[in-house]
């Protein structure tokens, strides 16, 4: 099997999870395709003020 | 003197402040023209001697912010 | 909460930072226009007063807006949705308002590329202008013949004056002259011209818009030889040329069509005495329009219904009447209307003086002969092709009601406008049918009509008096008022949200939205990958359905999501906290908690949503900073804080902050009056019933799986979970049941941002371990351009100034910035550009820089944190080291905020960019070094974690360490029982040692421990320790997972009797299947020992799920056993929640304790005896258990040895501070380092190993690269001047600076660049300024300094 494996990974979401998995995977040497529904990354967070304990922007 | 206008040097952190000063514009918000920004890396980069070259070059007012 | 446009940025930070714009499906009255006029679009800009535009968009598709916009019959009303709040807009008349507004002829004439072939346009009716018109614009040379002395065909001769004055049609085709069409009249088909001559006079392609001006006969005798009878079409002809003038007596038509009508309202104008309209059906029946109808009747045209002609009656040839027969209706007809039958006998006369028979019309194509070889249908109609409008004679053409029969002059524009498309490809030898299929339009997905919409009569336009109107032709209509008008286009719902005006097209300077691109349509796309990570989160749970919390009728009852919003700065109320209702700014404010968590009843959520309590508290929070009077309330059932440094906030909140926690659910919400405010009921912990009244509620809504991912997952053929999560092992926490599918973040379970962090690390690894082979086979390198040495030449600086379209050059003065600049010191070259962002500019920028020779650049224009990167980007690609660089932001600091001010922000913008430029003369390349990372990998701590770590780098292909100061594997796990899904630790743990045993890449260090560590980032030299001796081992990265331990108690009698066990010693007599336990008759277990009590500030996440599972066992291995837990919160986190209902369920007993009020226990003989405070009685409960169990906290190891070797920081609990609470949870800030499992924070399985693999994940990502790039702004030591203090060692937070240890500048300090970040911290605490920081060294800061 080892010489049919597609080295791509298709992450489905855009959000904080799929951001950091996309990162480490394109870090590790695979191509990866972001799939998003909506027109920009960042997903709920992106939504939020402020994060605890530390009350950092959410940006 | 007629009207006498403040020059204020800003030493902005990269990371927060200067940021910051961004979105103030990016939501287009007002404010008066006499601030120069001296963009640093993080405050901690800031040297007391920064503060006192400031004033010595005639600055009226120094703000750090980071 | 705010309002959007159809073109939109999700928020001011967007990634990626462009506008989109929303499309649902096309606009039903657009989609319904067989003229594909954008009526959306044009009655949007009406809406807005741009007139123009309007005309713009609509001569887009018809040249005729004026004409169309008063004799449409509009399907597109019939189309509209505004029908359903109150009418159809009157789109129609809206059109003409356009019309009466602009003159056509004042409309810029779009540029044309002419082209020298000839096309020949039969007919200059509305399918042939239109026809004549779109290949004018393609550059054609067009020419229409007209039989007539006029243009528009039926237009002009076949509609009265009073519905179209001649003039606005003559307008019109003045329009379509003006760009360049010739119109020959008089000249007739078959008798001037033939197709063949055409050919001949070298037309390429001819056009049939011929109509329909031959009327159909009645067929009864005499109609042709008796006087005055006249048939409609040639009627209404000759009443339009001026040939016939008068009319006199009584006049009889024939026929329910709108020419039947318009002959009537004409006779009528002309003269006649008396009208009769004879229609054999009825009213209902009538094809005319309906207002066509209501005027004629207003006119006291005289309709008959049921009648037929039957006899035409004359007297020496001359008409005396028609004789009719009475009809009755009978069975429909084909074409669905009942059908009129004579009534036999029924026949009487009508009187006339003038018949006019108006029973249709036919098109006329005589003149065509056979050898023509221009086939024609069995209606007489010519015969074309359904999409390209070719008849069977190439290069000839046929639209219109020519090809039709006769119809609405819009079908003829939109038959025209398409047979020129195919003319145009034709001509160009382009293939005419592709891409013009006709497809189903989508018509479901729209936007919603909004529930506020008033009722609005629909607008009609003002009319010319009575007795004008039966005396002459002036044009009955006047149109609408300009108030009407905008009053009636404002209603349009938009459908579609964005109209299609393509006004953004124009708007964008950049040429970023073209036409092109905003067609752009979705596109479905196949991409073979390897494997698939699902990652698409939670649905925010919304509160609609639970009534009586009133969300939505309420406007002062809010979900938390929208409570973000308002204390965003970027939010719609720009941080300012007010409430919906009336914009005050609340004084006391509630949260709920568990809205659509745990809940079983109202919604189907049972699981509990992990994240709400402490963002509830965090709002409350940040809520009182911004008042610090506002009196916040949170109602809770479980005060669920469990992650890290969230029990502290919690503390904090309650005790610093003031905010109040209430544990009680409230079941009613009243409004107070008109006020807004709300008045809620609740009972309080001893039963009394609170009235409190709030300014505002917000809804701490929880997390759920929306119906989308849920069909999504089908389609993976994944697993879900009772609450429709993914479904998971503990073991392979972010594996699917779908082999090669991984998951991550809310979908797995909800789960706060960490854990979504390190699920998603956690879920990339696990790829990575199934696609190791294939990896770098798809990624890209990218070519280097080799870099021009510039040391030693004088400054040569290019600046660019960015006119960012009108958002600097607005308010800046951009020439007088030039000129400024020209005037400073070095600068070589200067230019401005309207984008300097965009790929023109850049390549642009690559030519110049190259050209002049510049080695230092500026560029003016908005913020380096987003820019910086593509200029950088710009000066490698033009062979300059990327940091003779400086940016200077005269937007974001400039023109954005000194609007008002130009001239000082024009001063300003002076200011900054010489403070730059004297900035970028100082500067120097600088060079980033590459360090090789070495590729074996040491992981220190052999648990669940450290295996897992191991396991995740041997499996991508690392060499690895793995060092466990025990004699064998398995840590704290060694000690457990089951996981709360109930699966066997101890067997999943003997799997995972086997696993690690037989995987070459591990190598095992048992009974050992790290007893130096030497290095950095990629290079590190570490010493294994064990009673064999020391092992020097070279590895690029480290894990620490060096676990925690069970607290010991000194509290609740432990020790004093072997029943009172902890809870991993519980799970030992469990695993040994001890008869203590199996007979036991009653259980008591106390949760918190040891966590959450001042000396040990935090909750251990795991125990209340812990002794739930125990509580279960014991139930299941006695059920008559009474088991009772002595709790404070419930912290069954997830879908762990599921265990705690369950456990309920099971009989088992929970009473809470306070902190204050902690149970107390002693041990007797029979047993031992537990006393508490039963929460909901008050009343104090002596309890006598066979087994105690305590729930003892998770401590850590306080290793500070390790601490002190790698250099990573502990907070003051002892565990192992992260780089980021949220978005670093598995490494430290000190880089090659990692962290996973219990020395991290307290954390179930399932958790330390998706902690171990994104350990892992992120030490791959590093590892993969082979090298590491220093960053080139990074601090340096001169040694001749350093001191040794060591002030910089102990200063810098990445460990970056060190002591050398030998040669000559032993004991002086050194940076490491792989380590150092660029803070500068040293550099400003260096007492003897032996420390530079590249890039912002100290003479540059100053010269910047000195200019200002």
Request: net charge negative.
């Amino acid at each position: 099997m080892s010489k049919d494996v597609i080295g791509s990974v298709m992450v489905v979401g855009g959000g904080i999870a799929g951001m950091q998995s996309a990162i480490d995977l394109a870090d590790s040497g695979y191509y990866v395709h972001l799939v998003e529904k909506s027109p920009s990354i960042g997903g709920a967070m992106s939504q939020l003020d402020k994060t605890f304990p530390t009350n950092d922007c959410a940006m | 003197m007629s009207k006498w206008e403040p020059k204020i040097i800003a030493f902005l952190c990269n990371w927060c402040s200067y940021g910051a000063a961004d979105l103030a514009g990016v939501s287009r918000m007002q404010y008066p023209a006499n601030i120069r920004v001296v963009r640093i890396p993080c405050t901690g980069r800031l040297s007391p001697k920064f503060i006192l070259s400031a004033f010595m070059n005639g600055a009226d007012g120094i703000w750090v912010s980071g | 909460m705010g309002n959007r446009t159809a073109v939109f940025k999700p928020y001011a930070q967007a990634v990626p930072g462009a506008f989109s714009i929303s499309k649902k499906d096309k606009s039903p009255c657009t989609n319904a226009c067989p003229g594909n006029v954008n009526a959306h679009g044009y009655v949007s800009m009406i809406g807005e007063g741009k007139y123009k535009e309007a005309m713009e968009i609509i001569t887009r598709t018809l040249p005729m807006p004026g004409v169309l916009g008063r004799i449409c019959p509009h399907p597109c009303e019939d189309a509209c949705r505004r029908a359903q709040v109150d009418s159809p807009l009157s789109i129609c008349t809206l059109k003409r308002f356009a019309a009466d507004q602009v003159d056509i002829n004042d409309l810029t004439v779009p540029e044309i590329t002419p082209r020298d072939e000839k096309v020949a346009i039969i007919g200059a009716g509305p399918a042939g202008l239109t026809a004549a018109y779109f290949l004018a614009l393609d550059g054609f040379n067009v020419t229409i013949f007209e039989a007539l002395p006029v243009g528009g065909g039926m237009l002009r001769v076949g509609i009265p004056d009073y519905r179209l004055p001649p003039s606005v049609l003559e307008k019109e085709i003045a329009w379509v002259q003006k760009l360049g069409v010739e119109i020959q009249y008089d000249t007739v088909m078959g008798k001037d011209i033939t197709v063949d001559s055409l050919t001949e006079e070298g037309f390429k392609s001819i056009f049939f818009g011929i109509g329909c001006h031959k009327d159909i006969k009645l067929g009864l005798p005499g109609e042709d030889e008796v006087e005055n009878v006249i048939p409609g079409v040639k009627f209404l002809r000759d009443a339009a040329l001026g040939d016939m003038k008068e009319i006199k007596g009584n006049v009889a038509i024939v026929g329910g069509g709108d020419v039947a009508i318009d002959a009537a309202r004409t006779a009528l104008r002309m003269g006649a005495d008396k009208v009769s309209i004879l229609y054999r059906r009825t009213e209902a029946e009538m094809p005319a329009r309906d207002e066509e109808i209501e005027d004629a009747k207003e006119e006291d045209v005289d309709i008959q219904f049921l009648r037929a002609p039957v006899e035409i009656v004359a007297e020496n040839g001359k008409l005396t009447g028609i004789k009719c027969i009475q009809m009755e209706l009978g069975e429909p007809d084909e074409s669905g209307r009942r059908r009129p039958v004579p009534i036999e006998g029924s026949e009487f006369i009508v009187d006339a003086d003038v018949l006019i028979p108006a029973i249709g019309q036919k098109s006329d194509a005589s003149f065509l002969k056979n050898t023509d070889g221009i086939n024609l249908n069995r209606w007489g109609n010519f015969d074309v092709d359904q999409i390209t409008y070719q008849t069977s004679r190439e290069g000839v053409f046929a639209g219109g009601d020519a090809e039709t029969g006769a119809s609405i002059a819009i079908a003829a524009v939109g038959a025209g406008r398409e047979a020129a498309i195919s003319i145009s490809r034709y001509l160009k030898g382009e293939d005419m049918a592709a891409g013009r299929e006709k497809l189903e339009i989508p018509q479901q997905n729209f936007n919603a009509i909004p529930q506020k919409a008033k009722k609005i009569p629909r607008a009609h336009m003002a009319r010319i008096p009575m007795d004008q109107r039966k005396s002459g032709f002036t044009e009955v209509e006047l149109g609408f008022t300009e108030e009407q008008a905008r009053q009636e286009a404002d209603k349009c719902i938009d459908c579609m949200v964005c109209c299609e005006c393509l006004e953004c097209v124009k708007a964008c300077g950049a040429k970023a939205l073209t036409k092109e691109t905003h067609e752009e349509k979705d596109r479905e796309l196949e991409l073979n990958v390897g494997s698939v990570v699902i990652s698409s989160g939670f649905s925010p749970y919304s509160p609609k359905n639970l009534d009586f919390l009133g969300y939505e009728h309420r406007p002062n009852v809010i979900t938390s999501l929208q409570f973000e919003r308002l204390l965003s700065a970027s939010g719609p109320t720009e941080g300012h906290v007010v409430r919906p209702s009336d914009h005050k700014e609340p004084k006391k404010i509630a949260w709920f908690q568990c809205v659509g968590s745990r809940e079983n009843n109202r919604c189907d959520n049972a699981h509990c949503s992990s994240v709400c309590c402490m963002y509830a508290i965090k709002e409350a929070v940040i809520a009182k900073e911004h008042d610090p009077d506002l009196d916040a309330s949170i109602f809770f059932m479980d005060m669920r804080t469990f992650g890290k440094e969230f029990e502290k906030y919690y503390i904090e909140a309650k005790e610093k902050h003031g905010v109040k926690f209430i544990r009680s659910r409230v079941h009613t919400i009243n409004p107070v009056g008109d006020s807004g405010d709300l008045e809620i009921r609740y009972v309080k912990e001893n039963g009394e019933l609170i009235v409190d009244i709030f300014d505002m509620i917000v809804l701490s809504i929880g997390l759920e799986i929306s119906p989308e991912l849920k069909k999504l997952a089908k389609q993976f053929n994944i697993e879900l979970t009772q609450g429709s999560f993914a479904q998971t092992a503990t073991m392979n926490p972010v594996e699917t049941t779908t082999p090669g599918v991984f998951v991550c973040g809310a979908f797995q379970g909800p789960k706060d941002i960490p854990q979504a962090v390190v699920d998603a690390s956690a879920a990339a690894t696990a790829a990575g371990e199934l696609l190791a082979p294939a990896r770098n086979t798809l990624t890209k390198t990218r070519e280097i351009v080799p870099e021009r040495n510039v040391i030693g030449e004088r400054p040569r600086i290019g600046a660019f100034i960015c006119h960012c379209g009108a958002n600097i050059a607005g308010v800046v003065d951009i020439q007088a910035l030039k000129e400024y600049i020209q005037t400073l010191p070095y600068i070589e070259y200067v230019e401005s550009n309207l984008y300097s962002c965009s790929q023109d500019t850049q390549t642009n920028m690559t030519e110049i820089i190259k050209k002049h020779n510049l080695n230092r650049i500026v560029v003016a224009a908005c913020t380096p944190k987003t820019h910086e990167p593509l200029f950088q980007e710009t000066l490698i690609n033009a062979g300059l080291n990327k940091y003779l660089f400086e940016m200077v932001n005269i937007r974001n600091h400039v023109s954005w905020v000194h609007k008002a001010n130009p001239d000082q922000a024009t001063e300003k913008a002076k200011e900054l960019i010489r403070m730059s430029v004297t900035k970028v003369g100082l500067k120097a390349p600088l060079k980033e070094a590459k360090l090789n990372v070495n590729q074996n990998a040491l992981v220190v701590g052999g648990g669940i974690a450290g295996m897992s770590t191991a396991l995740s780098l041997a499996r991508q292909g690392y060499h690895t360490h793995l060092v466990e100061k025990e004699d064998r594997l398995g840590g704290q796990a060694l000690n457990l029982y089951k996981t709360w899904k109930g699966e066997d630790i101890q067997q999943m743990l003997d799997e995972m040692v086997q696993q690690v045993g037989s995987e070459e890449n591990i190598q095992v260090h048992l009974s050992s421990t790290i007893s130096q560590v030497d290095g950095f980032v990629g290079n590190f030299k570490s010493v294994i320790s064990s009673k064999d001796g020391e092992e020097v081992v070279e590895h690029g990265v480290a894990n620490i997972s060096t676990g925690a331990t069970e607290y010991k108690p000194i509290e609740y009698c432990y020790g004093n009797s072997p029943r009172v066990l902890t809870s991993l010693e519980l799970d030992q007599k469990m695993m040994a299947n001890d008869p203590m336990v199996n007979s036991v008759e009653c259980a008591v277990f106390i949760q918190c020992v040891g966590s959450r009590e001042p000396d040990r500030p935090y909750c251990s996440r795991v125990c209340c799920t812990h002794s739930v599972e125990s509580a279960l066992e014991v139930k299941k291995r006695n059920p008559d056993a009474a088991v009772i837990v002595l709790y404070r919160d419930i912290r069954t986190y997830g879908e762990r929640e599921r265990k705690y209902i369950e456990a309920r369920k099971a009989g088992v007993i929970f009473i809470r304790y306070s902190l204050d009020n902690k149970p107390t226990v002693r041990v007797e003989e029979e047993g031992v005896i537990i006393n508490t405070t039963d929460h909901v009685l008050g009343q104090p409960v002596e309890i006598e258990a066979d087994v105690l169990t305590l729930a003892t906290a998770i401590v850590p190891r306080k290793e500070e040895a390790l601490a002190q070797y790698f250099k990573v920081p502990m907070n003051a609990d002892g565990f192992f501070i992260e780089r980021h609470a949220k978005l670093g949870p598995s490494e430290f800030a000190t880089d090659g380092v990692f962290l996973s499992g219990l020395a991290h924070y307290p954390k179930p399985i399932d958790e330390a190993v998706a902690q171990g693999k994104a350990a892992a994940s992120r030490a791959v990502a590093l590892l993969a690269q082979g090298t590491v790039t220093t960053n080139g702004e990074v601090a340096s030591i001169e040694p001749m001047s350093c001191s040794s203090c060591g002030t910089c060692v102990s200063v810098c937070p990445y460990s970056a600076p060190s002591f050398i240890e030998e040669g000559r500048f032993a004991g002086k300090s050194e940076i490491n660049a792989a380590l150092c970040k660029g803070c500068g911290l040293c550099v400003s605490s260096c007492r003897s300024g032996a420390i530079h920081l590249n890039g912002y060294d100290n003479d540059q800061i100053f010269a910047m300094i000195g200019v200002v």
